[in-house]
């Protein structure tokens, strides 16, 4: 979101020193650019110091406006606060690494556990003791020392063909010799399959899961590559029978428009949720999250913010934005990920399946799975 002129950096400090977030585009990335760093030190001060009514709060995201919007302005109308967003697509830890100690940002949001450990082991992050938080989460979904927060759940799942008879599944089948030629899936360097790859370490080992990779890459009916939602699309058009891809996108696929060839994909498979073949195994999923930013300006309202998304609200509203699942037990579900089932997810704590993810990427090469 980049302003359509550019002021010389001084004009842009004294105009809206007093003001700085709320008078002058109300956030941060406008006020300052990506690369302002000296007007973020600006933005640092004038956010402690401006008169809020409500107060704000600066929220750092790789989200989606549209998923998180909603969620947003429910926020601010229950508590007054409010929410400045910095869109990140990328380059969030660069952006971070750069404004250092002047950053404003008070709450950061991004996908993927893998990203969420990256911003905690560059120091962007600080532990948040929260009651709330800890009854919402359960300990295997959070940060070791409270560093970070899933805030709603990723499931990597099975696509199969609608006329397959085939009620339950394991990871480990994926390498049965009966799915020859049968399987798709994405790259297998996709933070998602890296994901599921590294958990599949965590609960047998590397060498047990570089042959579990050598037989699933026999298997493939066509070289991983694409999204997940091909994988559907694949199955419709009778390349594959199985795939392994994110259940959300089943929703967004069934919720398609009737008739759009989204919709056709979504209709031509079911979801099964598929679990580690090991005692009290469960379902690999991937994360939201939350975190509170190392030098968050505002740390009370971030605490409001970040306690808000685990409100029953919040959850309901935030799983069925985007079809994810909540990470509070009891929630109310989208229609269509209500029609998978329960969720059960894997009791490995994820902070323990994303140490493995290096190996897990560096067998992937080694089996040339994606050649
Ligand atoms: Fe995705």
């Not at 998180?68 to 380059?91: C, E, H, M, R, Y």
């Not at 070791?144 to 990723?154: E, H, I, T, V």
Request: aromatic residues 6%; hydrophobic residues 45%.
């Amino acid at each position: 979101m980049k302003s359509s002129f550019r002021l010389p950096r001084a004009a842009l400090a004294s105009a809206c020193a007093a003001f700085l977030l709320a008078a002058c585009g109300g956030q941060p990335a406008d006020v300052a650019g990506s690369d302002a760093a000296p007007a973020q030190a600006a933005g640092a001060d004038a956010a402690a110091d401006a008169p809020q009514a409500g107060g704000e709060v600066n929220l750092y995201t790789t989200r989606e406006p549209g998923l998180i919007q909603p969620l947003l302005d429910a926020f601010t109308a229950s508590s007054g606060i409010k929410v400045n967003t910095v869109l990140l697509k990328d380059g969030l830890l660069e952006r971070l690494g750069a404004e250092g100690e002047r950053s404003v940002a008070d709450v950061l949001m991004v996908v993927d556990t893998g990203n969420m450990l990256d911003l905690v082991e560059a120091g962007h992050t600080q532990p948040l003791q929260s009651e709330v938080l800890e009854a919402a989460i359960p300990a295997h979904l959070r940060g070791a020392d409270d560093q970070w927060f899933a805030m709603s759940l990723r499931d990597r799942v099975l696509y199969a063909h609608n006329d397959l008879d085939l009620e339950s599944f394991h990871y480990e089948d994926l390498a049965d010799p009966q799915w020859k030629g049968k399987v798709c899936i994405r790259s297998g360097q996709h933070p998602y399959n890296t994901s599921l790859f590294a958990a599949m370490i965590a609960h047998h080992g590397a060498e047990a899961t570089e042959t579990w990779l050598r037989g699933v890459k026999a298997n493939l009916a066509r070289k991983a590559a694409g999204g997940d939602r091909d994988v559907a699309r694949d199955i419709l058009a009778g390349i594959c029978d199985i795939g392994i891809a994110n259940a959300y996108y089943v929703g967004r696929m069934k919720n398609a428009e009737p008739g759009s060839e989204q919709h056709q994909w979504g209709e031509a498979i079911k979801v099964i949720r598929p679990t580690f073949n090991v005692d009290n195994g469960g379902t690999h999923v991937n994360i939201s999250g939350a975190a509170l930013a190392a030098h968050s300006p505002n740390r009370d309202n971030a605490v409001k913010l970040m306690e808000y998304l685990v409100s029953d609200e919040a959850q309901s509203l935030y799983a069925r934005a985007n079809y994810e699942y909540p990470v509070k037990a009891g929630v109310e579900l989208d229609p269509v990920v209500a029609s998978f089932g329960t969720l059960t997810v894997d009791p490995l704590p994820l902070t323990e399946v994303v140490a493995n993810r290096r190996e897990a990427s560096a067998l992937v090469d080694k089996v040339g799975f994606d050649n």
